[in-house]
T-cell receptor
Framework: DGGITQSPKYLFRKEGQNVTLSCEQN?????MYWYRQDPGQGLRLIYY???????QKGDIAEGYSVSREKKESFPLTVTSAQKNPTAFYLC????????????FGSGTRLTVV | AQSVTQLDSQVPVFEEAPVELRCNYS??????LFWYVQYPNQGLQLLLK??????LVKGINGFEAEFNKSQTSFHLRKPSVHISDTAEYFC???????????FGPGTSLSVIP
């Protein structure tokens, strides 16, 4: 079955370290998105990509970086510049037309220790 | 700029009782509207969407929503809830099929046995 796979499900990071969250989809979707979810704050857009080798900053891009070298993959790196990285991270994808809605992965919970 | 308001952050309801989760949006143009559900520690799943046409939209798991343009609302309803409906519910809006989706802050539905 087609879907989005996020790995790992749980991730622990020491302060000052960079860490990369994986997101892979086999839905043949053109657009991919990264969201951060904190309790009581809903979803906040970090980065999105509508086509391979192109991506745009969302509302809270500072301290994060992404790449889109393949249509299927959209990894997110949380850098040491992100001051409060502990959160639940969700990856999503959609066809080029957003009216089909988004398909979400099951998320990665990142904890800084 | 678009925004989505979900007035109720938490809604407790007894099993088999009806429920309505409220959603209002602000936009001066036509919009696409969505409801998503999130179970604990999982990603979001699309419940239903309104693109055009009939203002009453039926979704999965017995949920339905009604689009009201004059009141800029898209409330979610279910005539009889089950324990398994306990989850977080997000209303979302986009201006066009190519526009980013804006999510509301979410409503936590708790079904009481």
């Amino acid at each position: 079955d087609g879907g989005i796979t996020q790995s790992p499900k749980y991730l622990f990071r020491k302060e000052g370290q960079n860490v990369t969250l994986s997101c892979e989809q086999n839905l043949n979707h053109d657009a991919m998105y990264w969201y951060r979810q904190d309790p009581g704050q809903g979803l906040r857009l970090i980065y999105y990509s509508q086509i391979v080798n192109d991506f745009q900053k969302g509302d809270i891009a500072e301290g994060y970086s992404v790449s889109r070298e393949k249509k299927e993959s959209f990894p997110l790196t949380v850098t040491s510049a992100q001051k409060n990285p502990t959160a639940f991270y969700l990856c999503a994808s959609s066809k080029d037309r957003g009216d089909y809605g988004y398909t979400f992965g099951s998320g990665t919970r990142l904890t800084v220790v | 700029a678009q925004s989505v308001t979900q007035l109720d952050s938490q809604v407790p309801v007894f099993e088999e009782a009806p429920v309505e989760l409220r959603c209002n949006y602000s936009s001066s143009v036509s919009v696409y509207l969505f409801w998503y559900v999130q179970y604990p520690n999982q990603g979001l799943q699309l419940l239903l969407k309104y693109l055009s046409g009939s203002t009453l939209v039926k979704g999965i798991n017995g949920f339905e929503a009604e689009f009201n343009k004059s009141q800029t609302s898209f409330h979610l309803r279910k005539p009889s809830v089950h324990i398994s409906d306990t989850a977080e519910y997000f209303c979302a809006v986009s201006k066009t099929s190519y526009d980013k989706v804006i999510f509301g802050p979410g409503t936590s539905l708790s079904v009481i046995p």
